[in-house]
């Protein structure tokens, strides 16, 4: 078992949990915001889910904070505002920090294991200082729905760029990779 199983998180509702609730189980973890341009990608997310879910697959939204203060809610808000708006039933977990001097354990470890994403992440950091932004560098998370892989065996196989959506293809053939083994 991989030390990203150990780390303990809490789900939404404020219960204790870990990865290692999801062992065996191909998993994409993403930070999630309600507020940002990428937030639509709640929608294919969920359908990803519902597609993959009793193969043995899930999708782990963590709400943060961290980029242009587009996840200002509580966690009972950032619950409501996903069933609600996109009807959300993969696991969701309380909010946290995945970048800075507060970033959370999970993240830490995430982010070591894959230093860089897939998909182009230089070109969305043009975007963002074109904005007047300064983006973070590798290893740090980019921006919201950044999504990292982790196989059944809780290691990380694969990372990708904010940009690549849920359906993208190569994001799609690395879960089905993950979930033939």
Wanted: glycine residues 8%.
């Amino acid at each position: 078992m991989s030390n990203i199983q150990n780390i303990p998180v809490k789900t939404i509702d404020g219960k204790p949990s870990s990865l290692k609730d999801f062992a065996g189980t191909v998993l994409l973890v993403v930070n999630v915001a309600s507020k940002c341009g990428l937030t639509p990608q709640y929608e294919a997310l969920e359908k990803i889910y519902g597609d993959k879910k009793d193969k043995g697959f899930a999708v782990l939204g963590f709400p943060a904070n961290n980029f242009g203060a587009q996840e200002p809610g509580t966690n009972a808000e950032i619950a409501e505002f996903c069933s609600r708006t996109y009807s959300v039933n993969f696991p969701m977990f309380e909010k946290i920090s995945v970048v800075g001097d507060d970033q959370h354990p999970l993240y830490k470890e995430l982010t070591n294991a894959a230093p860089r994403a897939q998909g182009d992440p230089d070109a969305f950091r043009d975007r963002l200082k074109g904005f007047g932004m300064t983006p973070n560098q590798d290893p740090d998370v980019l921006w919201n729905f950044e999504k990292f892989l982790i196989g059944k065996n809780g290691e990380v196989v694969a990372r990708f760029a904010p940009t690549v959506t849920p359906d993208d293809p190569a994001i799609i053939t690395a879960i089905d990779a993950e979930l033939g083994k």
